[in-house]
């Protein structure tokens, strides 16, 4: 089967640094995508990971290691904006995105 | 970037109404869009995928009769919620790929909030 491993929730403080992990497990393996979603509101495009190694995109990278079936987003100085849950979609071999449920991140002052 | 645009927002109605969600990749061309559901605090749920000039295809569990779905140009896909229920109130969520690979970015419509009362 298809599976999606993400913490649900995590807490960070403004200006420090934070990294959500995200195992998988899919039908083939296309690439994998990190989207931001603020609640209310559609998910916006952060990284496309199709390679083993890290892609870094100003305050923000993520890294995969396909080998392991893991990658992580990494946030720098964060901001009290970034609070928002992270989506981590890996893509099948149908070319379908797998979407995990998802990991709220909560900025304290 | 580019740029998605879904319509409308918001809209609420009366069980028993349809209410249609309209799709529009505004400086691209997409073959392919996608339809989403989000009930809070839950993940994206494909609903159907939209290929221009073909029928859609439905993911397990979703009725084609329910939600139609209608992609008749490039730049447009349409939703419709036939004879909604409260049930059906939901965030639903289009997306758009550029071009014609399998793999890139997707950009998403901003949403359309369905409230049925």
């Known amino acids: 089967g298809q599976n999606i491993d993400q913490p649900t929730e995590m807490t960070a403080t403004e200006g420090a640094i934070v990294q959500i992990n995200c195992t998988y497990q899919?039908?083939?393996?296309?690439?994998l995508f990190w989207y931001q979603q603020h609640a209310g509101e559609a998910p916006t495009f952060l990284s496309y990971?199709?390679l083993d190694g890290l892609e870094e995109k100003g305050r923000f990278s993520s890294f995969l290691s396909r080998s392991k079936g893991y990658s992580y987003l990494l946030l720098k100085e964060l901001q009290m904006k970034d609070s928002a849950s992270y989506l981590c979609?890996?893509?099948?071999?149908?070319?379908?995105?797998?979407w995990g449920a998802g990991t709220k991140l909560i900025i304290k002052p | 970037g580019a740029v998605v645009s879904q319509h409308p927002s918001w809209v609420i109605c009366k069980s028993g109404t349809s209410v249609k969600i309209e799709c529009r990749s505004l400086?691209?061309?997409?073959?392919?869009m996608f339809w989403y559901r989000q009930f809070p605090k839950q993940s994206l749920m494909l609903m159907a995928t939209?290929?221009?000039?073909?029928?859609?295809?439905?993911e397990q569990g979703v009725e084609k009769d329910k939600f139609l779905i209608n992609h008749a140009s490039l730049t447009l896909s349409t939703l419709t919620v036939t004879s909604a229920h409260p049930e059906d109130s939901s965030f639903y969520i289009c997306?758009?790929?550029?071009?014609?690979?399998?793999?890139?970015?997707?950009?998403f419509g901003e949403g359309s909030r369905l409230t049925v009362l």
């Open positions: 997306s758009a790929k550029p071009g014609t690979g399998d793999t890139g970015e997707l950009f």
């Open positions: 400086d691209f061309q997409a073959t392919t």
């Open positions: 939209s290929n221009e000039g073909s029928k859609a295809t439905y």
């Open positions: 899919t039908s083939g393996f296309n690439g």
């Open positions: 990971n199709v």
């Open positions: 979609a890996p893509v099948d071999s149908n070319y379908q995105l797998i």
